[in-house]
């Protein structure tokens, strides 16, 4: 069980000063490490484990959070993870968010092979191709998890899964599912065919309507959804390399959905079909 320090740590400790770096992406993938803010993302990331290693590595917390978030800090300390009383001016400098909450984890980086996940045999999958922004990444990871997904794969011409935003956006399903990171498409596409997954790609102008792919019952099977940039969607290339190309029906006024929101329509609308058809682990089990 790793200790609290009994005073704050000092602003120009090296600890402190190798969290703040951890804000960019080239200092992340130099020491695989990555920041978790606020309690849910700190709660999950102290029960979560790869194997024997603990995920979190270390704690900040000012003395309110502290206090506030006494089961946190245990969890920290059962984990390993060397905790410290910060101040709120460091709490400040080391988050990325302009209201921190007063927690803040250092995180080694937890993505899955892409090969364990094909390993695994995943029923339900999102496959992030071309996504750049990274709250809708870290959105889409969200309601992956919620559907009852088995995994995420983030192709290599998409964001970084540990920008802090998409962290944030994850609000803690980042600890949740593997999530397969830098796949080229075309490995991620045939990988998972391969593994018997049918390959629909969401997109408004897809040739396929979602509703009447329901009604025909075809989406019982194990799957993995395509999602692109939500501004210009996905390229052609992309498109073609797809079993189908499926758009969400807009019955409405509204121009079109973004694309967190297409992704937890298309996702659910898989889940539900799977445990219908009795296939889904993942919903079924809860």
Not at 50 to 75: N, Q
Not at 164 to 174: D, E, I
Not at 228 to 241: K, V
Request: proline fraction near 5%.
């Amino acid at each position: 069980m790793a200790p609290v320090s009994p005073e704050l740590i000092s602003p120009r400790s090296s600890r402190v000063a190798a969290a703040r770096r951890l804000g960019k992406r080239n200092f992340r993938g130099k020491e695989r490490l990555f920041l978790a803010e606020g309690p849910q993302a700190v709660r999950e990331a102290a029960a979560h484990r790869d194997g024997d290693a603990a995920t979190l590595v270390e704690l900040f917390a000012t003395p309110e959070a502290a206090d506030r978030y006494a089961d946190i800090i245990g969890a920290a300390r059962d984990a390993g993870a060397r905790t410290h009383l910060a101040s709120e001016q460091v709490i400040a400098d080391i988050s990325t968010t302009v209201t921190p909450q007063g927690l803040v984890g250092v995180c080694r980086f937890l993505d899955t092979p892409f090969e364990q996940v094909l390993a695994a045999r995943p029923r339900l999958v999102a496959v992030l191709a071309h996504v750049r922004d990274p709250g809708n990444a870290g959105t889409v990871l969200r309601c992956a998890d919620a559907a009852g997904a088995e995994a995420v794969v983030l192709t290599d011409a998409s964001v970084d899964l540990y920008n802090p935003k998409a962290v944030r956006a994850s609000v803690g399903s980042l600890f949740h599912l593997p999530v397969a990171v830098g796949v080229p498409v075309e490995r991620a596409v045939t990988g998972l065919r391969e593994a018997g997954v049918r390959l629909l790609a969401a997109d408004g102008a897809g040739d396929r309507d979602l509703d009447e792919e329901l009604d025909k019952g075809t989406m019982g099977g194990p799957t993995a959804w395509v999602f692109g940039n939500e501004a210009w969607g996905l390229p052609e290339e992309t498109r073609a390399l797809a079993d189908a190309v499926v758009r969400v029906p807009i019955h409405g006024r509204a121009e079109s959905l973004n694309l967190a929101t297409a992704a937890a329509v298309c996702l659910y609308a898989s889940a539900r079909a799977q445990r219908a058809a009795g296939g889904c682990r993942s919903v079924t089990g809860n």
